[in-house]
């Protein structure tokens, strides 16, 4: 695809329980960033990937939260024993390269906590 | 240490007036300055980016910011507004040798017709 794509859309889960998600960035960008935003407030950093390795992971809030980006490509946000607080729109971004390059976001994923 | 403050989080225009959205940043080092717009349930979507070529920078859909670094300003605006304008608007900074964004808490932006 053109841009990049984060699936599901809407994700609704249960205190607990383990979710992934996913963030298929445009073809080609090696910089792959993770972002949190919550109701009202910018989105903050979570985890930045340069190929397949986690360069920047001085965002996660904890040790629940962990994300993988195995071939360079593709990446996936896990998230352990969600808690309501976890709530929020999840974004994903990518980018040629970093150091101030332009980032291209996805429309984001909606996680819900019950 | 590196933040972006976004100083109204509400502004509420006419439609065909002029469009102004105030942000102040503060960096120690030569920071690169977005501005991004984030229309209900769509992807954030790049208005501008200043990278030092010039201090007025023009971005899509007549926006343009002015870079004053003895202001430490990045305001955006726009001579007239549309009610597509109607958006949340955030500021954006970035290390030039760093690899996270730093956003504002941003500005949701009415036009009212």
């Known amino acids: 695809g053109a841009g990049v794509s984060q699936t599901p859309s809407n994700k609704v889960t249960e205190k607990g329980k383990y979710v992934e998600l996913r963030c298929d960035p445009i073809?080609?960008?090696?910089?792959l960033y993770w972002y949190r935003q919550s109701l009202g407030q910018g989105p903050e950093f979570l985890i930045y990937?340069?190929?397949?390795?986690?360069?920047?992971d001085s965002g996660l809030p904890n040790d629940r939260f962990f994300a993988v980006r195995p071939e360079g490509s593709v990446s996936t946000l896990k998230i352990q024993r969600t808690e309501r607080g976890d709530s929020a729109v999840y974004l994903c971004?990518?980018?040629f390269g970093q150091g101030g390059n332009i980032q291209y976001f996805g429309a984001g994923t909606r996680l819900s906590v019950l | 240490a590196q933040s972006v403050t976004q100083l109204d989080s509400h502004v509420s225009v006419s439609e065909g007036t002029p469009v102004l959205l105030r942000c102040n940043y503060s960096?120690?080092?030569?920071?690169?300055l977005f501005w991004y717009v984030q229309h209900p349930n769509k992807g954030l979507q790049l208005l501008l980016k200043?990278?030092?070529?010039?201090?007025l920078v023009k971005g899509i859909n007549g926006f343009e910011a002015e870079f004053k670094k003895s202001e430490t300003s990045f305001h955006l605006t726009k001579p007239s507004a549309h009610m597509s304008d109607a958006a949340e608007y955030f500021c954006?900074?970035?290390?030039?040798?760093?690899?996270?964004?730093?956003f504002g808490t941003g500005t949701s932006l009415t036009v009212i017709p």
């Open positions: 971004a990518s980018s």
């Open positions: 073809s080609g960008h090696t910089a």
């Open positions: 990937f340069q190929g397949t390795g986690a360069a920047d």
């Open positions: 960096s120690s080092y030569s920071p690169s």
């Open positions: 200043y990278t030092s070529a010039a201090t």
């Open positions: 954006v900074v970035s290390l030039n040798t760093g690899n996270q964004f730093y």
